[in-house]
């Protein structure tokens, strides 16, 4: 394994999800020490000195989003555990959900009582149904057994968790149309100020972390953020959780601590490239973020201020590996398809701009293409850049700009010929 | 839906008083869940239940991909064809897909057995390529295991 594991250090069996496999693992016995010796402000105080950087894409420390909360005012607080898993080419939630919910639920309990919040939300996407049933049943087991509910360990801290099922939405796991969601509106994201923390659920100061960032806190107040800081490098701390798909011998999630060279978690930990290919790029973090050449990642460290000054990010921790011979073209095509299938429509740059760019993908693959068309591209991609509300009108453009930039002779040789440079593939065949 | 008002009451009560609108998703997923998919009656039912703009619960059944105001077939066949999938094999499936059922996506098979339907990421990709049979994900999908999913489903759809 890459690194030392701070989340997927057990063994998977059939029964390690359970509460009783958990509570022989020392689940529970942090909530007992947080509630019993533990101030809030402590919790928070901890989670900060930390350094734990959101593990839901944008890396935003977790710390300053909890100090904006005030846990001592009369107001209602909410918790909202993001578990809207839907970037493409992650996963990774889905193994925590799966594998260890009630290492959530401890967490999400321990954040509730460092917030003030009494009632606390996980909003899962819709076609979850075993890591729902997972969650679902972890949080039924806790109640059962006291760990949920009122008067926790003799405190008057008491806590209700509501699992909300989505039902097909991408948006959804932008942080304020999660809570639109579950206010029974379609997922509009709302513009900020006010910041959710402010101003969130029902009105309410409402803090929204990812599922992995949220996994994170249990072992943060066990361990004491000096410890945890002693994981992973100065400006990344910890680990982060890598789904891998694509065109590579091993798929699926790794815990990868930060700061172990790229090169050499996909050629040994991953098992190299599918049928022994070369590798062409490869997507980071989700495929909002740029793509990189093998050339690129080489000198690199899985660790924020490794990658990022490269001109990417490592995102959401969903890695997708492409081969040589693999049609960008095409694939650009694959995902256009997706931003405009899911625009929700509030914005008309995104709107607009997602299906103008589907339009123009599918005119130059159906062999219409003209060379404007890149320049169209590039251009729509800028003009959605900072215009819209959320960020799903700038990521599809980092994503289309990130592509053409590196691969822009595959493009000109498709509208020149009227056909793929590279057969049209997306699959690595053996 | 009338029958799921009892199921319906207890779920309120774990949302503050006044936002009854949190309700529509979770009872049209339960609705849909008990007859297939939301009909006419469920709307009115729904709206003079929670109290809420016939709009609203309008909004949200057309905005969320999964509910749908149509039966469908026994078995709904979701593919997934985002860029994992594709970069393993998913055009391939939809491809056989279309071919063994004789429909293409968003239809149904005239004796109502197979609705098919093709999706984006179902965050499966370390898995795939992946096709969701109703609730369940079948992962790592060849063509070979498709035919013998395929043939699975239709045999336990003799015995209906």
């Given at each position: 394994?890459?690194?030392?594991?701070?989340?997927?250090?057990?063994?998977?069996?059939?029964?390690?999800?359970?509460?009783?496999?958990?509570?022989?693992?020392?689940?529970?016995?942090?909530?007992?020490?947080?509630?019993?010796?533990?101030?809030?402000?402590?919790?928070?105080?901890?989670?900060?000195?930390?350094?734990?950087?959101?593990?839901?894409?944008?890396?935003?420390?977790?710390?300053?989003?909890?100090?904006?909360?005030?846990?001592?005012?009369?107001?209602?607080?909410?918790?909202c555990a993001n578990a809207d898993?839907?970037?493409?080419?992650?996963?990774?939630?889905?193994?925590?959900?799966?594998?260890?919910?009630?290492?959530?639920?401890?967490?999400?309990?321990?954040?509730?009582?460092?917030?003030?919040?009494?009632?606390?939300f996980v909003y899962i996407r819709?076609?979850?149904?075993?890591?729902?049933?997972?969650?679902?049943?972890?949080?039924?087991?806790?109640?059962?057994?006291?760990?949920?509910?009122?008067?926790?360990?003799?405190?008057?801290?008491?806590?209700?968790?509501?699992v909300y099922r989505g039902?097909?939405?991408?948006?959804c796991?932008?942080?304020?149309?999660l809570?639109?969601s579950i206010?029974?509106?379609?997922?509009?994201?709302?513009?900020?100020?006010?910041?959710?923390?402010?101003?969130?659920?029902?009105?309410?100061?409402?803090?929204?972390?990812?599922?992995?960032?949220?996994?994170?806190?249990?072992?943060?107040?066990?361990?004491?953020?000096?410890?945890?800081?002693?994981?992973?490098?100065?400006?990344?701390?910890?680990?982060?959780?890598?789904?891998?798909?694509?065109?590579?011998?091993?798929?699926?999630?790794?815990?990868?601590?930060?700061?172990?060279?790229?090169?050499?978690?996909?050629?040994?930990?991953?098992?190299?490239?599918?049928?022994?290919?070369?590798?062409?790029?490869?997507?980071?973090?989700?495929?909002?973020?740029?793509?990189?050449?093998?050339?690129?990642?080489?000198?690199?460290?899985?660790?924020?201020?490794?990658?990022?000054?490269?001109?990417?990010?490592?995102?959401?921790?969903?890695?997708?590996?492409?081969?040589?011979?693999?049609?960008?073209?095409?694939?650009?095509?694959?995902?256009?398809?997706?931003?405009?299938?899911?625009?929700?429509?509030?914005?008309?740059?995104?709107?607009?701009?997602?299906?103008?760019?589907?339009?123009?993908?599918?005119?130059?693959?159906?062999?219409?293409?003209?060379?404007?068309?890149?320049?169209?591209?590039?251009?729509?991609?800028?003009?959605?850049?900072?215009?819209?509300?959320?960020?799903?009108?700038?990521?599809?453009?980092?994503?289309?700009?990130?592509?053409?930039?590196?691969?822009?002779?595959?493009?000109?040789?498709?509208?020149?010929?009227?056909?793929?440079?590279?057969?049209?593939?997306?699959?690595?065949?053996? | 839906?009338?029958?799921?008002?009892?199921?319906?009451?207890?779920?309120?009560?774990?949302?503050?008083?006044?936002?009854?609108?949190?309700?529509?998703?979770?009872?049209?997923?339960?609705?849909?869940?008990?007859?297939?998919?939301?009909?006419?009656?469920?709307?009115?039912?729904?709206?003079?239940?929670?109290?809420?703009?016939?709009?609203?619960?309008?909004?949200?059944?057309?905005?969320?991909?999964?509910?749908?105001?149509?039966?469908?077939?026994?078995?709904?066949?979701?593919?997934?064809?985002?860029?994992?999938?594709?970069?393993?094999?998913?055009?391939?499936?939809?491809?056989?897909?279309?071919?063994?059922?004789?429909?293409?996506?968003?239809?149904?098979?005239?004796?109502?057995?197979?609705?098919?339907?093709?999706?984006?990421?179902?965050?499966?990709?370390?898995?795939?390529?992946?096709?969701?049979?109703?609730?369940?994900?079948?992962?790592?999908?060849?063509?070979?295991?498709?035919?013998?999913?395929?043939?699975?489903?239709?045999?336990?759809?003799?015995?209906?």
């Amino acid at each position: 394994m890459p690194g030392r594991q701070l989340i997927m250090n057990f063994e998977v069996t059939p029964t390690s999800h359970t509460l009783e496999a958990y509570r022989a693992r020392g689940g529970y016995a942090t909530l007992e020490k947080a509630l019993t010796t533990m101030q809030p402000v402590d919790i928070t105080k901890e989670v900060t000195a930390s350094g734990l950087l959101g593990h839901g894409g944008a890396a935003f420390p977790v710390g300053r989003k909890w100090a904006v909360m005030k846990p001592g005012s009369d107001e209602t607080h909410y918790l909202c555990a993001n578990a809207d898993e839907g970037e493409p080419g992650t996963f990774k939630d889905r193994w925590i959900l799966e594998n260890a919910p009630h290492l959530l639920v401890e967490s999400m309990l321990i954040a509730s009582y460092a917030l003030g919040v009494r009632n606390a939300f996980v909003y899962i996407r819709g076609e979850f149904d075993l890591p729902y049933r997972r969650i679902q049943g972890a949080i039924d087991e806790a109640y059962a057994a006291g760990l949920l509910g009122a008067k926790l360990h003799g405190t008057p801290f008491e806590l209700d968790i509501v699992v909300y099922r989505g039902a097909g939405s991408y948006v959804c796991g932008e942080a304020s149309g999660l809570i639109t969601s579950i206010e029974g509106r379609k997922p509009y994201p709302r513009n900020r100020p006010p910041r959710l923390t402010v101003r969130g659920l029902y009105q309410k100061p409402t803090v929204i972390n990812n599922v992995e960032s949220l996994a994170n806190i249990t072992g943060i107040v066990r361990m004491g953020a000096e410890e945890f800081r002693k994981v992973g490098t100065a400006k990344s701390p910890g680990t982060q959780l890598i789904s891998i798909s694509g065109h590579i011998a091993k798929p699926g999630v790794y815990e990868v601590e930060y700061g172990y060279p790229w090169a050499r978690f996909l050629d040994e930990d991953c098992g190299g490239m599918l049928h022994g290919a070369k590798m062409k790029c490869i997507v980071p973090g989700g495929i909002s973020t740029k793509v990189l050449t093998r050339a690129e990642i080489e000198p690199l460290m899985l660790s924020h201020e490794s990658v990022n000054p490269a001109g990417s990010g490592l995102g959401s921790g969903g890695m997708i590996v492409i081969a040589e011979g693999t049609c960008m073209v095409r694939l650009l095509q694959v995902l256009l398809r997706f931003y405009h299938h899911e625009s929700c429509g509030q914005c008309t740059p995104c709107r607009e701009g997602m299906g103008w760019m589907h339009r123009i993908i599918d005119r130059i693959v159906a062999g219409q293409g003209v060379p404007e068309d890149i320049d169209r591209l590039y251009a729509i991609s800028e003009a959605n850049d900072g215009t819209t509300i959320c960020g799903m009108g700038d990521a599809a453009g980092y994503a289309t700009v990130g592509i053409l930039n590196k691969f822009r002779d595959e493009f000109e040789y498709f509208i020149a010929n009227k056909r793929s440079k590279c057969d049209g593939r997306l699959e690595c065949l053996a | 839906m009338r029958h799921l008002v009892p199921e319906f009451e207890k779920l309120k009560e774990r949302y503050p008083a006044g936002f009854e609108a949190s309700l529509v998703l979770p009872c049209l997923r339960r609705i849909q869940e008990d007859r297939g998919f939301v009909a006419e009656e469920d709307i009115v039912g729904l709206v003079d239940y929670l109290g809420v703009p016939r709009i609203q619960v309008e909004e949200v059944l057309s905005y969320y991909t999964m509910l749908r105001r149509k039966p469908i077939g026994r078995f709904h066949l979701q593919a997934c064809r985002n860029i994992a999938c594709s970069m393993r094999g998913a055009e391939g499936v939809v491809g056989y897909l279309r071919k063994r059922l004789g429909i293409g996506p968003g239809e149904t098979t005239p004796d109502g057995r197979f609705t098919l339907s093709v999706v984006e990421c179902l965050g499966s990709c370390g898995t795939a390529p992946v096709v969701m049979v109703n609730e369940a994900y079948h992962e790592d999908m060849s063509l070979e295991k498709l035919d013998r999913l395929v043939d699975e489903l239709a045999a336990a759809g003799e015995g209906k």
